[in-house]
């Protein structure tokens, strides 16, 4: 019985923290670029409780981490001049104070010296890795071409920088909806990439599917936890009955 007690925990465990994946996709629901999360487990071997007449080993169950579908989000039109979404593949490339980093989120502005950045301030990097100046002291309008040539007048600025990977899983997540290179995979400019000025991708979240997720999920634990509390009971009154016979 201290077996099932044991698998039932390993199982509550996960689902708290699908619950609170869950929970973080919704919040997204509405942040430029946001990819869905889902998680993965697996069966974790491990010693039994109580060995006699007990199967060997006990399968846990345990996280194996966290799957990314980085499939296409909505594009909506903002009209903006320095909001940009990328339509297919690839990434825009950034240099953060922790080095560089990969986005989805278009939702740039220009800081007092003119650079293209995010809104939290790094700078997005051209296609060579460079950085994108507008000349404050030009009145031309700011254009960004489908090929994310940037424009001002008609003078060219620079080149909007989109870089795919070959392998999705060389991203790791760091947080302000970015990505970090954590892999020796070199990132490559995409050949032929489709950028829309005046427009953001919104998230691939599904907020109906997310929510139904999470009252499966619930219920679910809720199942466990009704199994754990039998298993007590009955482990309280085997220990009991035991008691009445000595």
């Known amino acids: 019985m201290d077996n099932a007690l044991y ?11 699908q619950l609170d994946i869950i929970a973080n996709n919704i919040a997204n ?3 430029n670029g946001f990819k ?15 060995t006699a007449e007990g199967p060997r080993p006990v ?12 499939g296409q989000g909505a594009l909506r039109r903002t009209d903006a001049p320095l909001d940009v979404a990328i339509d297919g593949p690839g990434f825009f490339k950034v240099t953060s104070k922790g080095g560089e980093r990969y986005t989805r989120d278009g939702h740039f502005r220009t800081d007092d ?3 293209l950045t995010t809104q939290n301030g790094d700078v997005v990097s051209d296609d060579g890795g460079g950085e994108i100046t507008v000349d404050p002291a030009n009145v031309g309008e700011v254009t960004i071409s489908a090929d994310g040539t940037v424009s001002q007048g008609t003078l060219r600025i620079g080149k909007v920088g989109v870089f795919q990977f070959n392998n999705l899983s060389a991203l790791e997540k760091t947080g302000a909806n970015q990505y970090q290179n954590a892999s020796n995979q070199q990132a490559a400019p995409v050949a032929d990439p489709k950028v829309r000025q005046g427009m953001l991708e919104g ?11 999470m009252i499966e999920v619930s219920r679910a634990y809720e199942q466990v936890t ?8 009955l482990s309280r009154n085997s220990i009991a009955r035991l008691g009445r016979l000595q």
């Open 7 to 17: 698998v039932g925990l390993s199982r509550q465990m996960v689902l708290r923290r």
């Open 29 to 31: 629901a509405d942040t």
């Open 36 to 50: 869905v999360e889902s998680m993965m487990t697996k069966e974790v071997p491990g010693p039994p409780a109580f």
């Open 59 to 70: 399968k846990f169950v345990g996280d194996d981490g966290v799957a990314r579908d980085f």
């Open 113 to 115: 010296t003119g650079r």
């Open 203 to 213: 998230s691939n979240v599904n907020s109906i599917v997310q929510i139904t997720r």
């Open 226 to 233: 009704q199994m754990m509390s039998s298993e007590a009971d």
